[in-house]
């Protein structure tokens, strides 16, 4: 979609919510916006001002529980769920049937480019607690007339059989939870890759599906082809990677999307991606700052989308990058680094401070005869891509925490 049929969709989610939108009416009659045709061209549309994360959260503090960012009354409204809290207090969040429809739309669009139809079966690994998670992909899947299975309650060996027994086809998860699930069937002595059918995973949550050692090692261990997804409760399912899954596609026929350098707030190709939605009136963000550190692809991808592409899809998050003496160091470029070693089963980072000198201690599990081999490989990865000495220690086998969801191994205890 150009940007001229962009504007003309954003104005008219804009009439609406400068009629009835206190959050956001407010917010535009500040920076001077009180008509939708103020906004002519993208110069018009770059001078809007940005939302945050946190004048979200302090304003549903102020106004609780909802907040004021509601286009219509409360009883138009047919689903609540709420951020993670991965990077803060949890935001609740409500969507209409109109704009859960949308969400689903966009999952759709997910589907159609990994190749995914109506004759597969899915098995989407996720507790369907509050957190928005996969809910959206699960409604993406219904409006698909695929077959779901029901899976919230189950431990992860229940999942493995259910999948096994029920020809599952496309598997969706974190993927952290991916390559846990791959370790409990070896537990279990199953090889995911030749007795199950799976045939595409989708992973989202947390970088890593295109990170190229997670994407290999996921992909070898469910004989499968593992496909990148990025979104966020506030914003909506904006990610989409095709089957060249040469990085992932930003759907621009939903969102207008900004690559802005973090210094300047100025167009840039790498930078923090910032977001208006265009199909969610009744909770909408403009200008979204989403904090995710992102790099756009010099070329159009090969699938012939004239959608732009994200390189390596969502690098990290600004705000979770770890400064070791002056570097920026993202979780993402260690994981990669890390994964690429066969033989390490888990890992965990963290940073402290000694007296004089901040470090970066990696714990690793690893099936290796020797394990110090491995420890001192990684020593010297880490050195040679980054710079910087690690202290690696091997830790026993199954003593470092598993997850089903976003992964946690990254501390910072300085």
């Not at 407010?26 to 001002?49: F, M, R, W």
Request: charged share 20%; with cysteine; aromatic share 8%.
């Amino acid at each position: 979609m150009d940007i001229t049929t962009q504007l003309t969709r954003f104005h008219k989610m804009l009439a609406q919510v400068l009629k009835t939108n206190t959050f956001y009416k407010q917010k535009l009659t500040d920076a001077g916006i009180n008509l939708p045709n103020e906004i002519q061209t993208v110069s018009d549309y770059q001078q809007l001002p940005f939302t945050t994360k946190d004048e979200l959260s302090s304003n549903q503090v102020s106004h609780p529980p909802y907040g004021t960012n509601l286009t219509f009354p409360l009883e138009h409204y047919t689903c609540l769920h709420q951020t993670s809290g991965t990077t803060g207090s949890p935001l609740r969040w409500l969507d209409t049937k109109e704009s859960w429809d949308w969400w689903g739309k966009c999952w759709r669009d997910i589907y159609d480019a990994a190749g995914i139809t109506s004759a597969d079966r899915f098995m989407i690994a996720f507790s369907f607690g509050p957190f928005i998670g996969f809910w959206s992909a699960y409604h993406g899947a219904q409006q698909l007339s695929a077959l779901t299975l029901a899976n919230g309650g189950f431990t992860s060996e229940q999942r493995i059989r259910a999948i096994l027994s029920n020809d599952v086809t496309v598997v969706i998860c974190t993927p952290t939870y991916a390559l846990r699930l791959a370790e409990v069937a070896e537990q279990e002595g199953i090889d995911l890759n030749k007795d199950s059918i799976v045939r595409v995973t989708i992973h989202a949550g947390e970088p890593g599906a295109s990170l190229p050692a997670t994407k290999q090692r996921i992909e070898e261990r469910w004989g499968a082809h593992a496909y990148d997804h990025a979104g966020a409760t506030e914003v909506g399912a904006w990610g989409v990677m095709c089957r060249p899954q040469a990085g992932v596609h930003l759907n621009e026929d939903e969102f207008i999307c900004e690559v802005l350098d973090t210094e300047t707030d100025t167009p840039s190709d790498e930078g923090e991606l910032v977001i208006t939605n265009l199909g969610r009136v009744g909770m909408p963000v403009i200008r979204y700052r989403t904090g995710d550190y992102v790099k756009l692809k010099p070329t159009p991808c090969e699938c012939g989308s004239q959608h732009r592409v994200l390189d390596s899809g969502v690098i990290g998050r600004i705000d979770n990058a770890i400064i070791i003496r002056g570097l920026n160091v993202y979780p993402a470029t260690i994981e990669n680094i890390i994964l690429k070693f066969p033989d390490v089963i888990e890992f965990a980072v963290r940073a402290y401070k000694t007296e004089t000198l901040d470090e970066l201690e990696v714990q690793i599990e690893t099936t290796n005869p020797n394990p110090t081999d491995t420890a001192l490989a990684i020593t010297s990865a880490i050195r040679d891509a980054l710079g910087l000495r690690a202290i690696v220690k091997v830790v026993s086998h199954g003593s470092l925490p598993r997850y089903e969801l976003k992964s946690k191994r990254f501390t910072d205890e300085r």
